[in-house]
């Protein structure tokens, strides 16, 4: 049986929360009537168990049961960490 849940990329812009991350999913769409490309930007409350997320890494997220009242979204991957700084 194949998996049907929906996979969304985005970018983690928030990690203070504990064992949550808030994931800015970015798209781009064409107007339908001025053919003007509009770039759309939705935050999502994702269910991150390991709190091992940094802000600014690109992960891969995926539809699963509400877990709490705004979440229903979990990390199933990071595609891409953060570079980090030296000092």
Do not use: C
């Amino acid at each position: 049986m194949p998996n049907n849940r929906k996979r969304l990329e985005g970018r983690v812009i928030r990690n203070a929360m504990d064992k949550t991350v808030v994931v800015e999913v970015s798209r781009t769409t064409l107007h339908p009537l001025y053919k003007k490309v509009i770039r759309t930007t939705k935050k999502f409350m994702v269910h991150d168990e390991s709190n091992a997320t940094p802000v600014g890494a690109l992960v891969q997220i995926v539809e699963t049961r509400p877990i709490s009242k705004r979440k229903r979204w979990a990390v199933e991957a990071v595609l891409e960490a953060p570079e980090q700084e030296e000092a």
